[in-house]
């Protein structure tokens, strides 16, 4: 499958009722050859509009952060395990993720990251371990499945709590230095 026919495959999708209430299916954005991956949730009002994951208020932090360490957000991927958003923006049914989780995985395999950053702790739960706690575990390496992967704050409960936002840039200082020094990626901004 190509990730074309992949995203095709997901604008039409019906399995689960957010097809009915989404203005547009939010696929991912970004080099779809990436060695960085970052997952979020799901897509809020600005994503749901627009089609692109992380335009909103969080976007634009998550932004900051990736310019502060030097990450070109045009070259990492970024997706969420939900394609459609949610009402009121409510966190992900465990049911909704298990229909949608099948894109992400087949984005996955497209796209073979080296790293995968989940954004928040449902990501983090979802796709690193049920039990994962983001206050003691953000920012902690681990190898799974073939991959890194680690999780950091969503920027959404940043702007929430902003105490929090020393914790980010540590985080992603941290990140930045293994994909130069582990990973060998390149994600420089030019």
């Known amino acids: ?5 992949l995203e095709a495959m997901c604008k039409a999708c019906t399995k689960c009722p957010l097809h009915q209430t989404r203005t547009n299916c939010v696929f991912g954005t970004g080099d779809p050859h990436a060695d960085v991956l970052f997952v979020g949730e799901a897509p809020g009002e600005k994503e749901d509009l627009s089609g692109i994951p992380f335009v909103g208020a969080a976007g ?6 990736l310019e502060a360490v030097g990450i070109d957000r045009g070259r990492v991927y970024i997706a969420n395990i939900l394609k459609c958003r949610p009402p009121q923006n409510r966190d992900p ?3 909704e993720q298990e229909m949608c989780i099948g894109y992400l995985r087949e984005q996955v395999k497209l796209i073979r990251p080296k790293i995968i ?3 928040g702790r449902i990501s983090a739960m979802r796709l690193i371990d049920p039990g994962y706690k983001i206050t003691k575990e953000h920012g902690t390496i681990v190898k799974k499945g073939g991959f890194s992967m680690t999780a950091v704050y969503h920027p959404a409960a940043l702007l929430r709590d902003p105490r929090k936002k020393e914790d980010m840039l540590t985080d992603m200082k941290k990140i930045k230095s293994y994909i130069d020094e582990e990973l060998g990626i390149d994600v420089a901004l030019e």
Do not use: Q
Request: charge should be negative.
């Open 60 to 65: 634009k932090l998550l932004d900051k952060y």
């Open 117 to 119: 950053v989940c954004l």
């Open 93 to 95: 049914k465990p049911e």
């Open 1 to 5: 499958m190509t990730f074309e026919e």
